[in-house]
T-cell receptor, first 114, second 112 residues
Framework: DTGVSQDPRHKITKRGQNVTFRCDPI?????LYWYRQTLGQGPEFLTY????????KSRLLSDRFSAERPKGSFSTLEIQRTEQGDSAMYLC????????????FGDGTRLSIL | QQQVKQSPQSLIVQKGGISIINCAYE??????FPWYQQFPGKGPALLIAIRPDVSEKKEGRFTISFNKSAKQFSLHIMDSQPGDSATYFCAASSYSPYKYIFGTGTRLKVLA
């Protein structure tokens, strides 16, 4: 069990640029989640994949955000035309099985918008 | 209805003492209640979790107490250690997509 891996760990970019983050879940985990965490707050749900299918997106996920999970393995989260308000920690989690199950989180990507 | 309310916001405990963090929820469809520990710059790490068919679960120094009728659950950290100093989050999930609704967090400091 190598854990959930996220890359990069930190990203600094100028407002208006596009950024892409990658998440490698625990192998054999069929579910993958993206959350966003701002300073002093708990993580907030962004989107969810069951295998390669994106099954739910939060209202927090504006049309500037897009996520993919090709072949049901790793996932990418892209933010286009970044804004100051996008500055946050982006967390990926994965889980296995049916029903409510433990989610295992990566250490996140810290995004800073200049 | 989707909120999970967590208290206190911060907590200071002497080494060897008991740390208690409380959470309350409204949505009776929630069926899984995990607790996470988070250190600065790290992702949340699962500590312990409970389902509503049991009233208590213990793992090492960590215990969850669950009160279904009151819609409350709490984390007890026995024999608290300075290494336990971190932020703790409760969460709840239900039905597909089983996303977690997190509390606002409790910053725990254990004094040596």
């Amino acid at each position: 069990d190598t854990g959930v891996s996220q890359d990069p760990r930190h990203k600094i970019t100028k407002r208006g640029q596009n950024v892409t983050f990658r998440c490698d879940p625990i192998s054999e985990h069929n579910r993958l989640y993206w959350y966003r965490q701002t300073l002093g707050q708990g993580p907030e749900f962004l989107t969810y994949f069951q295998n390669e299918a994106q099954l739910e997106k939060s209202r927090l996920l504006s049309d500037r955000f897009s996520a993919e999970r090709p072949k049901g393995s790793f996932s990418t989260l892209e933010i286009q035309r970044t804004e100051q308000g996008d500055s946050a920690m982006y967390l990926c989690a994965s889980s296995l099985g049916a029903g409510s199950q433990p989610q295992h989180f990566g250490d996140g990507t810290r995004l800073s918008i200049l | 209805q989707q909120q999970v309310k967590q208290s206190p916001q911060s907590l200071i405990v002497q080494k060897g003492g008991i740390s208690i963090i409380n959470c309350a929820y409204e949505n009776t469809a929630f069926d899984y209640f995990p607790w996470y520990q988070q250190f600065p710059g790290k992702g949340p790490a699962l500590l312990i979790a409970i389902r509503p068919d049991v009233s208590e679960k213990k793992e090492g120094r960590f215990t969850i107490s669950f009160n279904k009728s009151a819609k409350q659950f709490s984390l007890h950290i026995m024999d608290s250690q300075p290494g336990d100093s971190a932020t703790y989050f409760c969460a709840a999930s239900s039905y597909s997509p089983y996303k977690y609704i997190f509390g606002t967090g409790t910053r725990l400091k254990v004094l040596a």
